[in-house]
């Protein structure tokens, strides 16, 4: 049995590796957007600071919930939805510069919001929306746009390979791995939404 889980960590640890090195200037750029546009969120949101509300947040969905008009369950729903109507948008329609373009803009701007909500929520909701923002929703956040991003290297590389007449359909099966990572975002957000409700109840929105 241990003999096992040790090959089947080898094996995990060897592809994670493989990939990596593949893909490592596509992620390296896409992180890089993100994390500009996530710090600018948190920055305008800092500097208004003194007048922040929860009713600035811009993910109304969010809202909603933190005011008990959404249960944890279509909270899930229309995170996950929303998942996969851009992953899918990336994934069918990276096929050229332009849409390369848009990708970045969409992942740009949903670093943005949130950025600026993590900050609004920490700011609103003292102790518990520390943990609330930070520990659950900051964590579980990047792992989502972490997930995001691995899809969007994916699709341009294919599109980079592909302009260069090297593009390989060899025996790798893209929309497994692209439906393994839809998969994994979803079991994500179902863990956030149900952390949410947990400590939802300690959460006052005025």
Excluded: P
């Excluded at 393994?180 to 939404?193: E, H, K, T």
């Amino acid at each position: 049995m241990q003999e096992r889980f040790y090959r089947i960590k080898n094996s995990i640890s060897s592809t994670a590796s493989k990939f990596i090195m593949q893909y490592k200037l596509y992620l390296l750029v896409f992180f890089v957007v993100f994390l500009i546009a996530f710090i600018t969120g948190i920055s305008t949101c800092a500097g208004y600071a003194s007048d922040i509300e929860c009713s600035n947040l811009i993910n109304k969905y969010l809202y909603s919930f933190l005011c008990r008009d959404l249960s944890y369950i279509s909270l899930f729903l229309v995170y996950s939805l929303y998942f996969s109507l851009l992953a899918l948008f990336i994934i069918i329609f990276t096929g050229n510069l332009f849409f390369a373009i848009i990708d970045c803009i969409l992942i740009a701007l949903a670093s943005y919001i949130f950025g600026f909500d993590l900050c609004v929520v920490c700011l609103c909701l003292g102790l518990s929306g520390i943990i609330l923002g930070c520990i659950v929703g900051g964590i579980l956040g990047l792992l989502i746009f972490f997930l995001l991003i691995l899809i969007l290297s994916i699709a341009c590389k294919r599109y980079r390979d592909y302009r260069r007449h090297c593009y390989d359909t060899g025996d790798i099966k893209y929309w497994k791995i692209y439906l393994s990572i839809i998969l994994l975002a979803m079991l994500i957000f179902f863990v956030g939404c149900l952390l949410f409700s947990i400590i939802h109840i300690f959460v006052i929105v005025g």
